[in-house]
């Protein structure tokens, strides 16, 4: 079984976390949603955009988590180093359980079980405060990397829809991508592919 860097720290994320991650998100986004979302939104306003989500988002946690992992600091100048985010809604949706909104890991922490970690944690207090057993989350069908790693953690593909255009602007899309939906009909379904 692969396990997170042992450097590695996971902590609630707070208000003051905002603007690292929203930083985290609009760079994986960046890297991974090119051709879905338009250039002009992913070089220009994408950072503000998830800025005011973050703002929003952690003052108002209530029905949420989101997990924040950090390396320690290297020197007594730096602050710790953020390599990932997880963000869970408890009960989101009726027929599918919590909603993981987001699983972003920076790209030199990925394939090291830092995401792997994250999920699993997610579905751990999904399975504690949420009452549906289910959780899922949507993918881009053209990020075929993350795609694979949740169908590793025991996740099935099980709808295709069409993207939203982000923050419901017009114009922040590239043609008409589609997203996925993967889901695990019950959480400890992840804890035990993060076992195997």
Same mark, same amino acid.
């Given at each position: 079984?692969?396990?997170?860097?042992?450097?590695?720290?996971?902590? *609630?994320?707070?208000?003051? !976390?905002?603007?690292?991650?929203?930083?985290?998100?609009?760079?994986?986004?960046?890297?991974?949603?090119?051709?879905?979302?338009?250039?002009?939104?992913?070089?220009?306003?994408?950072?503000?955009?998830?800025?005011?989500?973050?703002?929003?988002?952690?003052?108002? *946690?209530?029905? #949420?988590?989101?997990?924040?992992?950090?390396?320690?600091? @290297?020197?007594?100048?730096? $602050?710790?180093?953020? @390599?990932?985010? @997880?963000?869970? @809604? &408890? !009960?989101?949706?009726?027929?599918? +359980?919590? &909603?993981?909104?987001?699983?972003?890991? #920076?790209?030199?922490?990925?394939? #090291? $079980?830092? $995401?792997?970690?994250?999920?699993?944690?997610?579905?751990?207090?999904?399975?504690?405060?949420?009452?549906? %057993?289910?959780?899922?989350?949507?993918?881009?069908?053209?990020?075929?990397?993350?795609?694979?790693?949740?169908?590793?953690?025991? +996740?099935?593909?099980?709808?295709?829809?069409?993207?939203?255009?982000?923050?419901? &602007? %017009?114009?922040?899309?590239? +043609?008409?991508?589609?997203?996925?939906?993967?889901?695990?009909?019950?959480?400890?379904?992840?804890?035990?592919?993060?076992? #195997?």
């Amino acid at each position: 079984m692969k396990h997170a860097h042992p450097d590695v720290r996971l902590r *609630p994320a707070t208000s003051a !976390d905002a603007s690292t991650i929203a930083s985290l998100h609009a760079a994986s986004w960046r890297r991974h949603y090119r051709g879905a979302y338009s250039d002009a939104y992913l070089d220009g306003d994408v950072v503000a955009d998830r800025m005011a989500v973050w703002s929003r988002r952690l003052a108002e *946690p209530a029905g #949420t988590l989101t997990l924040l992992a950090e390396t320690p600091a @290297v020197a007594e100048t730096d $602050g710790p180093e953020p @390599v990932g985010f @997880v963000h869970v @809604v &408890f !009960d989101d949706d009726p027929a599918w +359980g919590s &909603f993981i909104d987001n699983l972003h890991i #920076t790209p030199s922490r990925q394939r #090291t $079980g830092v $995401g792997r970690t994250l999920l699993t944690r997610a579905a751990e207090a999904a399975a504690q405060q949420a009452t549906h %057993p289910g959780l899922y989350l949507w993918v881009l069908e053209q990020n075929e990397s993350a795609r694979s790693f949740y169908q590793a953690m025991g +996740g099935a593909i099980v709808e295709k829809a069409t993207v939203s255009d982000p923050g419901g &602007f %017009p114009g922040r899309l590239v +043609g008409t991508p589609v997203k996925l939906r993967c889901a695990w009909p019950d959480v400890s379904a992840i804890s035990a592919a993060a076992r #195997t």
